[in-house]
């Protein structure tokens, strides 16, 4: 047998290896149900028992995994923060700085909204939900919530120092009214029902743009395709 014909051998995975790896997927499939369920029932309508009985597997069972109805919780929003991540902030980073790639968080942005008019926003239901309870839980929710925030605002500082905004505007205003469109969006969407809101919603964008000094028309392009909030350092 020459040399090329000797079988390759394969590093053997130690059963502690293979255990933990076994869990750690088991974890995630709990947690990707959980979120799935979070969206319908909200963070609060989350337990242990209704988990096991989506996920076919015993209260026990799902409970060695978190330990706790919070952890569960916490580990539901820290779930959605990266998905949210990886469809809204990390693909804008293939837009140039400043403007494009500010515009290109904001459409990222309304994507997935428009998809959670259906489904429902963890961000937003669970600050109905967390809004006056202090604890772990509601400290997650809040963290995802402001690292988005200050991701957007150092968007917005770019964008003024590459001189497409007006010098003398206010990150945390301008910040304040894009995040009000996506709050207006579901509450006209989801709750009213009304049609035309995500239009409404694309127009009040551009307006906010233009009131902070935006030449809207040469800035106005599709963004590219969909990349994956840890902070930009540009």
């Not at 974890?27 to 989350?46: F, M, R, W």
């Not at 109805?69 to 949210?84: D, G």
């Not at 402001?146 to 945390?172: C, F, N, V, Y």
């Not at 902070?212 to 590219?224: C, M, T």
Request: aromatic content about 6%; some cysteine.
């Amino acid at each position: 047998m020459s040399v090329t014909e000797l079988p390759v051998k394969r590093p053997r995975v130690p059963r502690e290896g293979r255990a933990l790896q076994k869990g750690q997927q088991t974890k995630a499939a709990i947690v990707d149900a959980a979120l799935g369920l979070a969206t319908q029932i909200g963070l609060e309508g989350l337990s242990i028992g209704a988990l096991a009985e989506v996920t076919q597997m015993s209260k026990s069972g799902v409970f060695a995994h978190f330990g706790s109805r919070e952890e569960l919780q916490i580990s539901v929003i820290r779930e959605y923060h990266t998905r949210f991540e990886d469809e809204v902030f990390y693909p804008s980073l293939q837009e140039e700085r400043g403007l494009p790639r500010l515009r290109a968080m904001f459409a990222n942005w309304m994507k997935r909204t428009s998809v959670e008019i259906d489904s429902g926003c963890i961000y937003i239901s669970g600050a109905v939900e967390f809004d006056d309870r202090a604890g772990p839980v509601r400290d997650a929710l809040a963290s995802s919530v402001m690292t988005w925030h200050a991701a957007m605002e150092r968007a917005i500082t770019a964008a003024k120092e590459e001189g497409h905004l007006r010098k003398d505007l206010s990150e945390q205003q301008m910040l304040f009214e894009i995040h009000g469109l996506i709050l207006a969006l579901h509450y006209e969407a989801r709750f009213l029902k009304n049609p035309g809101s995500i239009a409404r919603a694309n127009a009040g964008f551009d307006t906010i743009l233009r009131h902070y000094g935006a030449d809207v028309a040469s800035s106005a392009r599709p963004a590219k395709a969909p990349r994956s909030i840890k902070a930009s350092k540009e």
